[in-house]
């Protein structure tokens, strides 16, 4: 692989001291950070690299979005607006009006919002990932397949959260079944760029059996797993029906924690579950967008200072991470009603290495230093909402946009430059979602006209 070396930059490192590196060079190689300098010209020493200007340039690590859906793109505009669960009764999904390459369209229309926000490596939380991973994979995104599912017998209009009474051995069988076929064809797949990861989806839909043998497959293959939890009130209410337990408590007894969790959400969690998900070295994937626009701020300063690593991610509709990190700052803040903190580097280092250490990737990526990967983006500094650039983590944070990057590189090699994506026809597949999400939605609302969606849809 050939060199390259971006020269007279700013680096934002994320590293152990949150060090910024002025009027630097940063080398790569063979898809690692081989050097971090001040050397001046490097050209006479790395012969043959292609050099690139970094001047009114900032380097920054990656964000690790460790909780997205990206197929739920196909929602936008719909589900953003009226609390979780979904309220709406309709008897069928609105992926069930499209086809397998119409979803996968969906999934590339998130991976490219991935991209464009400054997203390296990403944690697709789904059922079925095989059905598009082929077409994720090719964007050359850092992914960490997170294969997920239930074993309770739920009907088409079943809401997250709600009581379930019946599960099925074979559900659970096929769950496992499709976690190893994607475990076996995908992780470690080009030098390690694509991991593997299980789970279940929700903690109602989940039999004791079932959270038992997701731990065992986690220990055996040496992966992370991930579950939903704490994400209604309902959900909580619906663990005390069905078990006499809130959901950490039953969890417990179904000996699901340990330090190889990633819990997504917990905005509902009460001291008790709080002090065990810390004691049981739980991760959290906070995701500060979405739990706004559900109108709750989780508890995040009490699990950090219980034990819990605090990651950050996007959920569904959007896969923003500089809106989650500017959100989780501000939220924060108004919790803690203090505001100097959480600072911008705090929040930043969420995205980046506490997502990493989340995952058991903190050895290799969420930071720039020499031999860790290279999972970068390039921010112009020079631009009106940047300028002056005193503080750059700061500035950026505070008020960066996706707009002001221009360039991502995953594993040392560039999957955006100066602003144009490199691996996805970008143009084809905005005109294709576009297309396609308005005319599956009006279908489901003309099919289903009774259950009084209060929305009019554009034509």
């Known amino acids: 692989m050939a060199t390259t070396v971006i020269a007279n930059t700013t680096v934002v490192s994320g590293n152990s001291e949150r060090s ?3 009027d630097s060079n940063i080398v790569v190689e063979d898809g690692l950070i081989s050097e971090i300098s001040q050397d001046g010209d490097l ?3 790395y012969r043959g690299a292609e050099v690139i200007d970094g001047r009114d340039k900032a380097v920054f690590p990656g964000f690790i979005n460790c909780h997205a859906h990206i197929t739920a793109t196909i929602d936008r505009g719909i ?9 709406f009764r309709f008897p069928e999904n609105v992926r069930n009006l499209i086809s397998q390459e119409e979803l996968s369209v969906f999934a590339m229309l998130g991976a490219i919002e991935c991209i464009r926000t400054g997203s390296t490596g990403v944690v697709e939380v789904a059922s079925g990932i095989e059905r598009y991973a082929e077409e994720i994979v090719s964007t050359g995104l850092r992914w960490f397949l997170a294969e997920c599912g239930g074993d309770a017998v739920v009907g ?3 809401k997250p959260g709600e009581p379930v009474t019946e599960f099925s051995d074979a559900q659970r069988e096929k769950v496992i079944e499709n976690s190893l076929e ?3 064809k995908w992780d470690g797949y080009d030098n390690g760029r694509i991991t593997f990861m299980t789970g279940t989806t929700l903690v109602e839909t989940s039999s004791p059996r079932l959270l038992s043998e997701i731990r065992q497959l986690s220990e055996r293959v040496g992966c992370a797993y991930t579950i939903h939890l704490n994400q209604s009130r309902l959900e909580v209410n619906t663990a005390l029906e069905m078990h006499g337990k809130r959901p950490v408590q039953y969890l417990v007894d179904s000996d699901f924690l340990s330090p190889r969790l990633l819990a997504a959400h917990v905005r509902y969690p009460n001291d008790d579950e709080i002090r065990l998900l810390g004691e049981n070295k739980v991760a959290i994937s906070h995701q500060p967008a979405m739990a706004a626009r559900r109108g709750v701020i989780p508890p995040i300063p009490s699990l950090r200072d219980a034990g819990c690593t605090i990651a950050m991610g996007t959920d569904n509709n959007t896969q923003d991470m500089v809106q989650a990190m500017r959100v989780g700052m501000f939220t924060e803040r108004i919790l803690r009603d203090d505001p100097a903190r959480p600072q911008p580097e705090d929040v930043l280092d969420m995205a980046t290495m506490g997502s990493a250490t989340a995952l058991g990737k903190e050895k290799i990526i969420g930071s720039l230093e020499v031999g860790k990967k ?6 112009n500094k020079m631009r009106a909402n940047l300028s002056p650039n005193m503080r750059v983590a700061s500035s950026f944070v505070n008020n960066g946009q996706a707009s002001d990057i221009g360039s991502v590189m995953v594993d040392g090699k560039f999957i955006m430059r100066d602003g144009k994506i490199l691996t996805v026809d970008e143009e084809r597949i905005v005109r294709e979602a576009d297309e396609i999400g308005r005319r599956a939605w009006r279908r489901l609302v003309e099919k289903y006209p009774n259950v009084g969606f209060p929305v009019d849809l554009a034509p």
């Not at 589900?79 to 309220?87: H, I, L, V, Y």
């Not at 290279?374 to 921010?379: C, K, S």
């Open 20 to 22: 910024v590196y002025y």
């Open 43 to 45: 050209s006479t020493i």
């Open 79 to 87: 589900t953003d607006d009226f609390g979780f669960p979904f309220p």
């Open 156 to 158: 088409p209009e079943y």
């Open 182 to 184: 994607l475990f076996k």
């Open 374 to 379: 290279a999972d970068l983006f390039i921010v």
